[in-house]
Nanobody, 115 residues
């Protein structure tokens, strides 16, 4: 398994921005597909965005054009830049690492969008 530590969550006003970071403890970080998922109260966990080791990205329709996922393989870190935040983006955001039989999750970081 891979240990993942998220940071960067917090309270932001509607229309604001936040950047989440997730540091991974693995020497083969570039081989992992990394992702961000979120879970709002009373709802199932849902995909936000993923990025392969080669940089191919995928986004949920609800965040396209507002969120950007990126990675720095030299720092073993994946980022989620969130802009034009909406109250419906409020959730716990989880980092995920996948490769072969490995599917690891971080502890989550709270993002609250409210005035």
């Amino acid at each position: 398994q891979v240990q993942l530590v998220e940071s960067g969550g917090g309270l932001v006003q509607p229309g604001g921005s936040l950047r989440l970071s997730c540091a991974a403890s693995t020497s083969i970080f570039s081989y992992f597909t990394m992702g961000w998922y979120r879970q709002a109260p009373g709802k199932q966990r849902e995909l936000v965005a993923t990025i392969t080791g080669g940089g191919t990205t995928n986004y949920a329709d609800s965040v396209k054009g507002r969120f950007t996922i990126s990675r720095d393989n030299a720092k073993n870190t994946v980022y989620l830049q969130m802009s034009s935040l909406k109250p419906e983006d409020t959730a716990v955001y989880y980092c995920n690492a996948k490769r072969a039989m490995i599917n690891s999750w971080g502890q989550g970081t709270q993002v609250t969008v409210s005035s």
